[in-house]
C-alpha cells in the first residue's frame, strides 16, 4: 500500500470506539472507551488518528505540558509499515510545535524491540531507563526523547 492513501486527523467523541478497538488489538494494557473519552476532554491531550478511506488504522494519544509525552501509539497490525506511524509522529511534532514545546518523550519497553527501533529511526533518543514502569507482566522501560525546534 502506498503511504499517501491515508490521513491523520484529530480524533473526536465518535472515534473512542474504534481507539479502543484498535488498543485492544495491540496493547498489553488497552484503553477502553472511557479512558479515551476522559482523555479527548481533559483539556492536555491531544488523540490523532490515521484514517485509510473510512477505516481508523491508527492513533496516538499525547499529553502536553511542560513537553509533549506520547502516551500511547499504536497501528492496527495489517496496516503497519506503510507509513501510518510516522505520519502520527509528525502530527505530534507539529503540535507541539504550536504549542511552543521543544522535546517529546516516551516510555517502551525494553522488550518491544520493534517500537524501540521505530523510535530511533523517527530520531528519538534513549534518555535512560525506569525499573517496573510497566505492568502486565512488570518490566522495565526506556525513557526517550525527540528534541524539536519550536
Known amino acids: ?7 491523520v486527523t484529530k480524533a473526536d467523541d465518535n472515534d473512542a470506539d474504534c481507539i ?28 490523532f488518528i490515521a484514517k485509510r478511506k473510512t477505516e481508523t488504522i491508527g492513533f496516538v494519544i499525547m499529553r502536553i505540558t511542560d513537553c509533549s509525552e506520547i502516551v500511547e501509539i499504536a497501528v492496527s497490525s495489517k496496516h503497519r509499515k506503510c507509513g501510518a506511524g510516522r505520519a502520527l509522529i509528525s502530527k505530534c511534532i507539529e503540535g507541539s510545535k504550536c504549542n511552543s514545546i521543544c522535546d517529546i518523550i516516551l516510555q517502551v519497553r525494553k522488550s518491544n524491540i520493534g517500537a524501540l527501533n521505530f523510535y530511533l529511526k523517527c530520531g528519538f533518543e534513549v534518555l535512560g531507563e525506569r525499573r517496573n514502569v510497566f505492568d502486565n507482566p512488570a518490566e522495565d522501560g526506556y525513557i526517550m526523547n525527540l528534541g524539536i525546534e519550536a
Open 1 to 7: 500500500m502506498m503511504p499517501d492513501d491515508f490521513y
Open 20 to 47: 479502543s478497538e484498535i488498543s485492544r488489538k495491540n496493547s498489553r494494557n488497552p484503553w477502553n472507551k472511557t479512558a479515551i473519552l476522559q482523555e479527548l476532554n481533559n483539556g492536555i491531550s491531544s488523540i
